[in-house]
């Protein structure tokens, strides 16, 4: 009877709280998407979506907002790096500033290939003249 | 120390040397403000972003009262997700050097200003142009750099 009871209990408790989290998801999945590529400002390290600060509020709020202006979600990306510059965005554009950043990776992968091969290639040769 | 650690973004360009434009409601009268119409009034307008639970507000509140008294300066306060019975507090408790109050009740104008949070202060001209951005509450350096751009 008690075991009968605790599962009644459980399975209205799960039910329970699995409404309310239906019912408390305010945004829309592009709002949320814009979110999580956004740097919160306040909380470094986290982003937008992640954040429950002030200012983070306030972000969905204004991403919303602009998606009900009707603007896209590069659009937005664009219009806030304007304002807060290219740290807010997780996914840096490319740009004179940010060259490096993309450059460098290739660089080192073209790298780190030529130096494999070379030493494959020499150690052939070494072989060989054995 | 803790300043340092703020990211703040460089004002190299020119699109966001200026500070847009925005309407909001007055704290007391809630008639809508234009900033555009408020701002021809004097040569200079500092806007500043502020709270009653915004503890550095405290303190700032001092500074802008000695920078009211600038006869060519006009300050310009943003009441940053506040409540009204609050922020009103707050000014009868600490003294009102706002000659505006505005109110950003969900604080989407202020990321429209490209804001942080409070307190964040822009001193602007006629023309919108941000002569300075300080983020985090206005000390004694701040407070001369702004004199010495009023007065020329």
């Known amino acids: 009877m008690v075991k009968k009871k605790f599962i009644i209990f459980l399975f209205l408790f799960i039910n329970f709280f699995g409404n309310c989290f239906s019912q408390t998801e305010p945004y829309s999945k592009l709002e949320n998407d814009i979110a999580k590529n956004l740097r919160c400002l306040i909380c470094q390290g986290q982003s937008i979506y992640d954040s429950n600060s002030e200012f983070a509020l306030s972000m969905r709020i204004y991403i919303k907002d602009q998606i009900d202006n009707g603007y896209s979600e590069s659009q937005i990306y664009n219009m806030l790096v304007k304002k807060y510059g290219q740290w807010i965005v997780y996914d840096p554009g490319y740009s004179k500033k940010t060259f490096l950043l993309w450059f460098i990776p290739i660089l080192f992968f073209i790298l780190g290939g030529a130096i494999i091969y070379l030493k494959i290639y020499k150690s052939k040769k070494y072989e060989k003249f054995f | ?152």
């Open chain 2, 1 to 152: 120390m803790i300043k340092d650690k703020i990211y703040s973004p460089e004002f190299k360009n020119e699109k966001t040397t200026y500070l847009p434009d925005f309407s909001l409601p007055e704290l007391y009268s809630s008639d809508e403000i234009r900033l555009s119409e408020v701002i021809s009034n004097k040569e200079f307008s500092l806007v500043n972003i502020w709270a009653s639970w915004c503890v550095p507000c405290r303190e700032e509140n001092d500074v802008l009262k000695s920078l009211s008294s600038l006869s060519s300066l006009q300050i310009i306060g943003i009441n940053y997700k506040d409540r009204k019975t609050n922020s009103i507090k707050f000014l009868n408790d600490y003294g009102n050097p706002f000659n505006y109050n505005l109110v950003d009740n969900d604080g989407t104008e202020s990321i429209n200003l490209g804001a942080y949070g409070v307190p964040e202060t822009f001193l602007i001209n006629k023309n919108k142009k941000i002569l300075i951005k300080i983020i985090g509450p206005i000390n004694n350096d701040h407070v001369k750099n702004i004199r010495e751009i009023i007065n020329g």
